[in-house]
């Protein structure tokens, strides 16, 4: 029963598959085909169609107090899978929502011998149904079943001629407006389809039940595909006779060149589902030409966005802990805890990287880091180095004459700091303290004037003014070169783009690779490190990231 916890929310069977022990200590007629396993489990064979039957004539008694007869040479309906459908027609009409005394009319297209959507409907809502078969057997099954039941006043069973959908079926009530139509079609095109021939996957294990069904229930001409489009261009005749117009597919390629052909059609209203029951999935799709119809989300959506995705992890020992620890009191940092340490060595590696993070609430005993990374740069850290020093070396020299004259002006600069220096001795800054280490070499000139001008500004009002000139020469020194101003120096750019960049965080949060969240947390004396995915581009990343993490934990414990 591997999807049973995907059927739909309201059906009885999710939680609590049928007892078959107690389904054969109560019904004899079950019992025959009911087997003891060796583990004492009690079983069914799927593939003996009197037992498939007797099950579904043993739920439909117990559990809706329908009584029905179905030929084992016709089509025997699963009972929970039907449900499914009946249940889905309900979240389309709103049924659930609406005043349960206004009478819902439905149409099922080709009802079967055991007519099971209408018992189904007219027993647990209510509904009226015209329901149409073209097989002679079926639709007397079908008569009978829905007397014995005593539903006739619910249920009207038409007898209509061969590939009559929904025009013919509605010529006599021409004025009654229908709130939904059903139909389970003919799945298959030929006997060669119905037997898997080309068009099963052959990685697929065979199905696990039996097919009962006539030659008119399982094949028709095109299969479910062509069949279903028939219906699609009955209802762009009909429009608004019915508030909903549905179908159930027996194969996933179907709904999306039906979904493409109500498209071009223009119907403004269409949406889809899946059933499941046991093994076995279907498909549903519907659509409307009304506009004021609400139209339910597909539950298989949702059922992908609430999944849980596991985590990606990664374990820091308690030995790793202890060598970190020693490290952050070496650093000068607070942290003791060993949550607490692992989480200030995560965040400097975060920082290193210019990963954006910030620290999210979370429960006891625990650290969170919402993690947000704007750009990859985790990977290639070494060839990124190689080539941003190549590209130094590649920068244009200024001319001799503009390094003459900056010479000059900074000999002039230097004199004059000098004795503003002697009424108030301090030690001198290294020049290169106030470099960035990839920035050390071939400099242009405005740069060194920038970064002395930088250097004195702290020392007095006297040297700013001083600084002022020297950008004024450096201003001139830019228009007399014209290298200088085609080929500005990375160091500007980068200085330049960081500043945008803290300009407008609106504009850097709409451009990002994925958002994850950090967990850091105590296993035993061990630290667990979780990234539990969040939104992004790709979840690899996020997996680099993490790798990273853990290799540069690693080597700071190596080191």
């Not at 009478?103 to 079967?112: A, E």
């Not at 003459?404 to 002006?409: I, K, R, S, V």
């Not at 950090?518 to 680099?544: A, P």
Request: contains cysteine; glycine residues 4%; hydrophobic residues 35%.
């Amino acid at each position: 029963m591997a999807l049973n916890k995907s059927m739909h929310a309201r059906n009885r069977y999710k939680d609590k598959p049928p007892d078959f022990a107690y389904l054969a200590a109560k019904y004899p007629e079950f019992q025959q085909h009911v087997q003891t396993t060796l583990t004492g489990r009690m079983s069914l064979n799927f593939k003996d169609p009197e037992a498939v039957r007797a099950l579904t004539c043993t739920l439909l008694k117990e559990d809706f107090g329908l009584t029905i007869d179905i030929p084992v040479e016709r089509l025997i309906p699963t009972v929970p899978l039907r449900l499914n459908y009946i249940h889905w027609v309900e979240d389309l009409i709103g049924h659930q929502d609406a005043d349960k005394q206004v009478l819902r009319r439905g149409i099922d297209i080709g009802t079967g011998a055991s007519c099971i959507y209408p018992l189904l409907g007219a027993t647990l809502n209510g509904w009226y149904f015209l329901a149409t078969e073209v097989d002679d057997m079926c639709f007397n099954y079908a008569k009978k079943n829905v007397e014995q039941n005593n539903l006739s006043d619910l249920i009207k069973v038409v007898k209509v001629p061969q590939k009559t959908l929904l025009m013919d079926a509605l010529k006599e009530e021409s004025e009654i407006i229908y709130d939904f139509c059903m139909c389970n079609p003919p799945f298959f095109a030929n006997q060669l389809e119905a037997k898997g021939v080309n068009s099963r996957n052959p990685r697929r294990p065979p199905p696990s039940s039996v097919n009962t069904g006539g030659i008119t229930e399982i094949m028709a001409e095109g299969g479910e595909l062509e069949f279903v489009k028939r219906i699609i261009h009955d209802s762009l005749q009909l429009k608004k006779r019915l508030r909903w117009y549905s179908c159930m597919l027996g194969k996933k390629c179907s709904l999306a060149p039906l979904k493409e052909e109500l498209r071009i059609q223009g119907v403004p209203k269409v949406t889809h589902t899946e059933f499941c029951q046991g093994r076995t999935m279907r498909w549903a799709l519907a659509w409307s030409f009304y506009d004021d119809v609400q139209v339910p989300s597909p539950p298989s959506k949702r059922r992908k966005l609430e999944k849980p995705r596991k985590p990606i992890t990664f374990m820091v020992l308690a030995s790793t802990v202890k060598e970190l620890s020693v490290k952050a009191a070496a650093m000068g940092w607070d942290a003791v805890e060993a949550i607490a340490v692992v989480r200030a060595w995560v965040e400097k590696i975060l920082t290193d990287l210019k990963v954006q993070h910030k620290r999210v609430p979370c429960g006891k005993d625990e650290v969170s880091l919402f993690v947000t990374a704007i750009e990859n740069s985790w990977i290639h850290l070494r060839r990124k180095k190689r080539e941003r020093i190549r590209q130094l070396r590649e920068l244009p020299r200024a001319s001799e004459h503009t390094l003459q004259a900056t010479e000059e002006e900074k000999n002039s600069q230097k004199s004059v700091s000098n004795n503003s220096d002697c009424e108030n001795p301090k030690p001198e800054d290294s020049e290169m303290g106030f470099m960035a280490p990839d920035e050390d070499v071939h400099l242009t000139t405005g740069d060194e004037l920038m970064e002395e001008s930088a250097t004195k500004e702290e020392h007095s009002k006297h040297v700013k003014e001083e600084e002022t000139e020297a950008k004024q020469a450096e201003a001139s020194l830019g228009k007399g070169s014209s290298n200088a101003k085609e080929e500005p120096c990375p160091s500007e750019e980068a200085s330049n783009l960081t500043v945008e960049k803290e300009q407008s965080p609106k504009e850097t949060s709409r451009c990002f690779l994925f958002k994850c969240l950090m967990n850091v947390k105590k296993e035993g004396n061990d630290v667990l490190v979780e990234m539990h995915w969040v939104e992004g581009q790709n979840r690899d990343l996020m997996n680099q990231l993490c790798t990273y993490v853990r290799n540069q934990i690693l080597r700071l414990v190596a080191s």
